[in-house]
C-alpha cells in the first residue's frame, strides 16, 4: 500500500510538471490555432536561468524560481515578436509556424551546447533532495514543491483568465481573436500576455524538472511529452491540458513501478495513439461547432 | 439637417482578394445622424466596404476619413475611434455569457460608471438580454443572438454603428423587430447607421438615403424613396416585376 501511495505522489508531481507545461501548450493552441513548437528551448533557457541566478549571483532557491520563470516568459516574447508574429501578419499557414518553431528548437538547442556545454548538470540545490518521511512514505521536497506550487499556478492562471478584464479579452480571442480585434481589443496585447504566461508556466516547471532530475541543453525534450498531454486532454482545453498531464504522471509512474521503467514512454505514447484513434478531439477538446 | 455634416466619406477604395478586385474605386460618404443603406446582390462587395471601413480589410488605394481625419488602419484602433461593427453572422463569442459578451463591447472603456451606463441602455432597448445576463450566448436564439451583437457594438458608446447583413438567418417578424430598434437606436441615443443588406426594402424603409453596390461599384444613388420607388431597384433587388 504504501509503494503504492508513493507512486501515486511521484506521479501526481512528474503529472503536475506536465500539467505545467501543456498547459503553455494549450493556451496558445486555444487562440492561434498552432503549437509553439519552440516551449522545449524556452523550458530549457528558463531552466539555466534559474541555474545561473544561483551559480553566479547565489540567489537563494526561490529567487532563483523566479529568475528562471522570467528569463523563460523573456525567451518566449522575443519568439513571438521576432518570428510568429510577423509569420501571423503576413497570413503565414499555421503548418509554417510550427515549422519555425521547430527550428527556433534546434537553433536554440545547438547555440545552449555551444555556449554551456552539452554536458548533464544536477541542478545547483541539495534543498529538493531531501527527503520527508510520512508514515512509511518518502516525498522528495521536490515533488512536494513542484506539487504545490505547479497548484498555485495553475490556481492564480484560472482566477486571471476568469476574474480579469485581460482575462476576458483572452478568452474571446481563443473562441474568435478576428472578432475580438474587431470589437477593439488590442489582440497584440493579448498575445503578449499569453505568451508571457506560457513563458512563466514553462520557467517553472523546467525548474522543477531540473531540481528532480539533471539541467542539459536537451532538456527541452520532455515538452514533447507535455504536449501528448495536452493532446490526449483536448488541444486548446485548459482544464483538460491539467488532466492530460497529470493522467501522464501518474501513468508513467504506475507503468514505472509495476511493469518496467524501461517501457514507460513506449506505453505513454501508445496510450495516447489509442485515446486519439477512439476520441480524436481529446478527453476535453473543443468540438468544432459554429452556429451561424 | 442644416449643413450637411460629413461624418464619413470613403473615396476611390480599391479592395483586392488576392489577384481578385473586389471594389473597383468606391465612392460614399454618411452625414452625421443618417441612416444610410447599402443595397447589393450576394458578392457585390458590400461586406467588403464594410470591412475595409473596420479595418478588417486592407486598402488597397483610395481614402476612408471618419469626422475629417484619416482612419487608422488597424480593427481595433478603428473600434475606439467611435466605429462600432455588428459583423455578418453576428460572431457573438458563444462561448462566454450575455455580460461577459456586453463587456468585451465595453473593453477599452475603463470607468466603470460609463460601461453600467451604456449596459442600461442596452437593456432598456433590449429586455431580452438582461433575462438572460448569465447564460452562456451559444444557447440563445437566433434573434437574441442578434440582440446582443447590436448590444455588444452599442457598449463601445460608437458614434457610427455598421451593421452588415442584419436580417441574415433571421425571421421576417424579427427582422423588422430589428429595424425598429435601428430607427430607435438613430433617433434616440443619435448613433449614425449604416447598413448593409441584400434585402433592400427593410432596409430603404428604415433609411434616409441608399447606394446600390454592383461588382465592386456604386451604380445608383440616392434618397432612400427615391431609390424604394425606381422601378429598376424594384425589379432587380426587391422582386417587384
Known amino acids: 500500500m504504501t509503494v503504492f501511495i508513493q507512486q501515486i505522489i511521484t506521479g501526481l508531481s512528474i503529472g503536475s510538471i506536465y500539467a505545467l507545461l501543456a498547459v503553455g501548450y494549450a493556451l496558445i493552441y486555444s487562440i492561434f490555432n498552432f503549437s509553439n513548437f519552440a516551449f522545449g528551448v524556452i523550458m530549457m533557457v528558463g531552466t539555466f536561468g534559474a541555474v545561473y541566478a544561483i551559480n553566479w549571483a547565489g540567489a537563494p532557491l526561490p529567487i532563483a524560481i523566479l529568475a528562471g520563470m522570467l528569463v523563460a516568459a523573456a525567451i518566449s516574447l522575443v519568439v513571438e515578436v521576432s518570428t510568429y508574429r510577423p509569420m501571423r501578419r503576413k497570413n ?24 554551456l556545454g552539452s554536458s548533464v ?26 506539487g504545490g506550487l505547479s497548484l498555485v499556478m495553475l490556481a492564480c492562471l484560472w482566477l486571471f483568465i476568469y476574474r480579469t478584464k485581460t482575462g476576458l479579452g483572452i478568452r474571446a480571442s481563443s473562441y474568435d481573436v478576428n472578432t475580438t480585434g474587431l470589437m477593439g481589443v488590442n489582440v497584440d496585447m493579448v498575445s503578449l500576455v499569453v505568451f508571457a504566461i506560457s513563458g512563466l508556466t514553462a520557467g517553472l516547471s523546467g525548474v522543477f524538472y531540473g531540481m528532480k532530475y539533471t539541467v542539459y541543453p536537451s532538456m527541452g525534450i520532455v515538452s514533447n511529452k507535455a504536449f501528448v498531454a495536452a493532446v490526449i486532454g483536448g488541444l486548446g482545453s485548459l482544464p483538460g491540458a491539467v488532466l492530460g498531464g497529470i493522467l501522464l504522471g501518474l501513468l508513467e509512474t504506475m507503468v514505472s513501478a509495476y511493469v518496467s521503467s524501461l517501457l514507460r514512454d513506449m506505453i505513454a505514447y501508445l496510450v495516447m495513439i489509442v485515446i486519439l484513434v477512439f476520441i480524436p478531439n481529446g478527453i476535453m477538446g473543443k468540438s468544432v461547432k459554429e452556429k451561424l | 439637417m442644416s449643413g450637411q455634416d460629413v461624418l464619413l466619406q470613403v473615396e476611390n477604395l480599391e479592395v483586392f482578394y488576392g489577384g481578385i478586385q473586389a471594389l473597383h474605386g468606391v465612392n460614399m460618404h454618411v452625414n452625421r445622424g443618417e441612416i444610410v443603406a447599402i443595397i447589393g446582390a450576394n458578392g457585390a462587395g458590400k461586406s467588403t466596404l464594410l470591412r475595409s471601413i473596420a479595418g478588417d480589410k486592407e486598402i488597397k488605394r483610395g481614402t476612408v476619413t471618419f469626422a475629417g481625419k484619416p482612419l487608422p488602419k488597424r480593427a481595433y484602433h478603428v473600434a475606439n475611434h467611435g466605429i462600432s461593427l455588428v459583423p455578418e453572422g453576428r460572431r457573438i463569442f458563444a462561448n462566454l455569457s450575455v455580460k461577459e459578451n456586453l463587456a468585451i463591447g465595453a473593453y477599452m472603456e475603463n470607468n466603470k460608471g460609463v460601461v453600467r451606463d451604456r449596459q442600461e441602455e442596452v437593456f432598456a432597448l433590449f429586455p431580452r438580454l438582461k433575462e438572460r445576463l448569465h447564460q452562456p450566448a451559444g444557447t440563445m436564439s437566433g434573434g437574441e443572438q442578434q440582440m446582443l451583437a447590436v448590444g455588444r457594438a452599442l457598449m463601445a458608446g460608437p458614434t457610427l454603428l455598421m451593421l452588415d447583413e442584419p436580417s441574415l438567418g433571421l425571421a421576417p417578424i424579427v427582422v423588422d423587430e430589428m429595424f425598429e430598434k435601428f430607427k430607435q437606436i438613430n433617433k434616440d441615443l443619435g448613433v449614425t447607421i449604416l447598413v448593409v443588406e441584400q434585402n433592400a426594402f427593410i432596409a430603404l424603409d428604415a433609411a434616409d438615403r441608399g447606394y446600390i453596390i454592383s461588382l465592386g461599384k456604386v451604380v445608383m444613388e440616392g434618397s432612400a424613396e427615391s431609390l424604394l420607388n425606381d422601378p429598376e431597384v424594384q425589379s432587380a433587388y426587391m422582386g417587384v416585376k
Open chain 1, 92 to 115: 503565414a499557414p499555421r503548418l509554417y509556424l510550427m515549422i519555425a518553431g521547430i527550428g527556433i528548437n534546434m537553433f536554440i538547442e545547438n547555440l545552449a551546447i555551444q555556449t
Open chain 1, 121 to 146: 548538470k544536477p541542478f545547483p540545490s541539495d534543498w529538493g533532495r531531501e527527503i520527508l518521511n510520512v508514515g512509511g512514505v518518502s516525498i522528495a521536497f521536490a515533488d512536494l514543491l513542484s
